[in-house]
């Protein structure tokens, strides 16, 4: 017998709806931009009910639907859930920030409603849009609602896990993700938090890191100037960044050591100069270290 999860289910819908929203940029050809708009909705939707389903199997059903249909709606069957009918998008939204109020934020929230509603208009109306806006809408629901849900669906599991191989999907579809919106200026190094190769270092047309992200434990750095930055005593480049959460350096060059290897840089500020103290040397107080 062949099944399929709900969760596979939704990154099929990711990388077919990653899929066309490459070839729309690239084509300006409006199916494309439809089925963009179609499938990147369906992943989402799918996504957010696989989150509110690890809190019961039930959760993502209309209540009188499973009082109606099930012997004990507090534990429903799989076979009685197949007869009940699940909540629209807008109590979908409302169920996830009941059960993870602080996993997104309200404009990712009311993102989600946004783009609803473009569906909506697509398939039973006409739509009109500039396909930039659209390109812009989906950009950003990918950044507000696919990355906080990739996080959720691999809390409490380890890398040995049966999720393993859906976190390396996940992976996968952050690179195309990348590939598409940062035209490929970006490098994939070992997070310092987690230790999973999924740790996105991002340049976006600059000569430096502007942030970085891990698609697997959530752990980020956002909008780096080049003055952030101190020399790592590994490689020797301006790209060590104080994390005060970690009371450590994170390297962002991704050939650097502490990058593929050992984590974080030992790092703290320095009480003489004000500055930093990397690998218990700090540059300016102790010059000849």
Same mark, same amino acid.
Request: charged residues 20%; aromatic residues 12%.
């Given at each position: ?62 209540? *009188? ?64 849009? *500039? ?28 890398? *040995? ?129």
């Amino acid at each position: 017998m062949v099944i399929f999860s709900l969760l596979e289910n939704a990154l099929d819908s990711v990388e077919t709806g990653l899929m066309y929203f490459r070839r729309a940029r690239e084509s300006q050809d409006r199916r494309d931009y439809k089925q963009c708009l179609l499938n990147l909705f369906q992943a989402t939707e799918l996504l957010l009910k696989a989150a509110v389903s690890c809190r019961g199997a039930g959760a993502i059903f209309k209540p *009188d639907s499973l009082i109606k249909h099930c012997t004990d709606p507090q534990a429903p069957t799989q076979k009685e859930l197949y007869r009940c009918i699940s909540v629209n998008v807008r109590d979908l939204c409302k169920l996830v920030k009941k059960h993870y109020p602080s996993a997104f934020t309200s404009q990712g929230l009311e993102m989600v409603e946004n783009v609803a509603q473009l569906r909506n208009n697509l398939q039973h109306f006409t739509l009109e849009i *500039d396909p930039q806006y659209l390109v812009m809408q989906l950009s950003s629901l990918y950044r507000l609602v696919f990355r906080p849900a990739f996080i959720l669906l691999q809390e409490g599991e380890t890398n *040995d896990s049966w999720n393993s191989a859906f976190r390396r999907q996940f992976i996968t579809l952050e690179k195309q993700f990348l590939e598409i919106t940062t035209y490929q200026e970006y490098e994939l190094a070992r997070c310092p938090v987690c230790s999973s190769w999924s740790h996105f270092i991002v340049y976006d047309g600059e000569s430096y890191p502007v942030s970085s992200h891990c698609i697997c434990c959530n752990f980020k750095l956002a909008d780096l100037q080049v003055w952030n930055f101190q020399m790592c005593p590994d490689c020797g480049w301006p790209s060590v960044i104080y994390v005060p959460e970690y009371k450590a350096g994170a390297c962002l060059a991704h050939t650097c050591t502490y990058s593929k290897e050992e984590g974080f840089v030992p790092m703290e500020p320095c009480s003489g100069c004000g500055g930093y103290r990397l690998e218990d040397h700090c540059q300016e107080c102790d010059p000849e270290e």
